[in-house]
């Protein structure tokens, strides 16, 4: 499937949403983009994504305005708020700051919601390419529980191609690399997973004729759907909005043993943003560095690594201490997320967890895991890693050689922590 090529690793960017919510500035992106491009581009962080209601010029934290007015074009359609990204001005819409972001090598992405605005059916506004108009295709019993800006679409009536056809060209003239759906991918939706929208964007963006990384969102996106999101997306949600809490961490081991083996190039089970760093600048949680300790934060970044999430980092980056840098630029474990297959729960019992992967090269992967509250010793076979015989092995988080190992790797942990090892046969 050709979208499969639009992301033959997993996507790994910055976006505004737990530092920002809703309120997201033009300098904020900008400033965000620059210290991407500086500090970690060479690393393959590449993706500058501008979260949620980018169209309400009244946006100031991550606690949405109900019912408010948006700003749309004459066709029905969301553009920039120019109060709040003044290059938008006199119907840009977002080409200057994606342009401003492709200038740093970099790659643009935005959220949308699923579905057309509640105003524009209100006010039975035109679509582009098509005499039907907002009302004509609007569901207006398929909603999102929880942000009052759109409606469903109907994907049987005439229009409902069209009005997504419309969208995605804009996005297209935009230079828009990436796009996130919301209200679309989880079972407890109303009436989601949303497949029949999906399957009206996978067609736009195919339209459109620009390579677009498609998201979907929230989760828990249901397995049993898994073919259907491979064929139509790039990324999809395992689990609702993720925090900087440890029972939300520990809870990703489950759903990372429920997608294991799905992980591929061009899609890719989402573990959600990575909440690290300084968070809740303009939101209802408090303004904050991540209440994550660095052992649970080593626990976080080794589980997304092997795994293969997407890594889309959710913190104010130009506020980032030398420990959050190192988190996101060690290239060892870098090479592991962007080159490994086949990643693979070994064991899970007792507070104690396995991980393993294979490399291209023949070398072995091994994540260790204290999920317990006291520190533990974590072992594993070399057998059960894959290895006959003996291995030479490397800490990948502190770089350290650890000797040759005959039959057995072990490692004291601390509790709610990970140590991330290579290992080579020989």
């Known amino acids: 499937m050709q979208h499969h090529s639009y992301a033959p690793t997993p996507p790994m960017g910055w976006n505004s949403w737990d530092c920002y919510g809703a309120a997201v500035t033009e300098e904020e992106v900008r400033g965000n983009a620059e210290y991407m491009a500086k500090h970690l581009k060479d690393y393959g962080w590449e993706y500058v994504v501008v979260d949620i209601q980018w169209y309400e010029p009244g946006a100031n934290s991550d606690l949405y305005r109900p019912f408010v007015r948006l700003e749309t074009d004459g066709y029905s359609r969301l553009v920039p708020a120019v109060n709040r990204f003044p290059s938008a001005a006199g119907g840009k819409g977002f080409k200057p700051l994606a342009d401003y972001v492709h200038g740093l090598g970099l790659k643009f992405g935005i959220h949308i919601m699923r579905g057309i605005p509640r105003q524009a059916v209100h006010d039975n506004t035109p679509i582009k390419?098509?005499?039907?108009?907002?009302?004509?295709i609007a569901h207006p019993c398929s909603f999102c529980?929880?942000?009052?800006?759109?409606?469903?679409?109907?994907?049987?009536?005439?229009?409902?191609?069209?009005?997504?056809?419309?969208?995605?060209?804009l996005y297209a003239e935009w230079g828009v690399d990436y796009v996130k759906v919301d209200d679309i991918a989880a079972s407890w939706l109303h009436g989601g997973p949303h497949l029949a929208e999906i399957e009206l964007i996978r067609k736009a963006i195919d339209h459109a004729g620009r390579p677009m990384v498609l998201s979907l969102s929230p989760g828990p996106a249901p397995v049993e759907h898994a073919d259907f999101f491979e064929a139509n997306a790039n990324m999809w949600r395992m689990t609702d909005d993720f925090w900087d809490r440890w029972p939300l961490l520990l809870d990703m081991f489950d759903r990372c043993e429920a997608w294991q083996g799905r992980p591929k190039p061009g899609c890719w089970p989402d573990c959600d943003m990575l909440p690290l760093g300084r968070i809740g600048v303009r939101a209802s949680h408090p303004d904050r560095m991540t209440n994550f300790t660095r052992d649970e934060q080593l626990t976080m970044m080794t589980l997304w690594t092997i795994f293969r999430s997407p890594l889309m980092f959710g913190?104010?980056?130009?506020?980032?201490?030398?420990?959050?840098?190192?988190?996101?630029?060690?290239?060892d474990v870098l090479y592991m997320h962007k080159h490994s297959f086949g990643a693979r729960q070994v064991s899970r019992a007792d507070?104690?967890?396995?991980?393993?992967?294979?490399?291209?090269?023949?070398?072995?992967?091994?994540?260790?895991?204290?999920?317990?509250?006291?520190?533990?010793?974590?072992?594993?076979?070399?057998?059960?890693?894959?290895?006959?015989?003996?291995?030479?092995?490397?800490?990948?988080?502190?770089?350290?050689?650890?000797?040759?190992?005959?039959?057995?790797?072990?490692?004291?942990?601390?509790?709610?922590?990970?140590?991330?090892?290579?290992?080579?046969a020989g």
Not at 129 to 136: K, L, V, Y
């Open 315 to 331: 913190g104010e980056m130009r506020d980032n201490d030398e420990w959050t840098l190192s988190l996101l630029t060690n290239r």
């Open 145 to 169: 529980g929880w942000n009052t800006d759109m409606y469903g679409v109907d994907a049987s009536k005439q229009g409902a191609q069209e009005y997504y056809n419309s969208l995605f060209e």
């Open 351 to 424: 507070g104690k967890a396995v991980w393993t992967a294979e490399g291209p090269d023949g070398e072995r992967y091994a994540a260790l895991f204290n999920t317990g509250e006291t520190a533990a010793e974590v072992s594993v076979s070399l057998s059960e890693l894959g290895i006959d015989g003996g291995a030479d092995a490397k800490n990948l988080w502190t770089g350290e050689g650890c000797g040759h190992l005959e039959d057995v790797l072990q490692w004291s942990i601390p509790p709610h922590g990970a140590a991330l090892f290579q290992l080579t």
């Open 129 to 136: 390419g098509t005499e039907a108009t907002a009302r004509d």
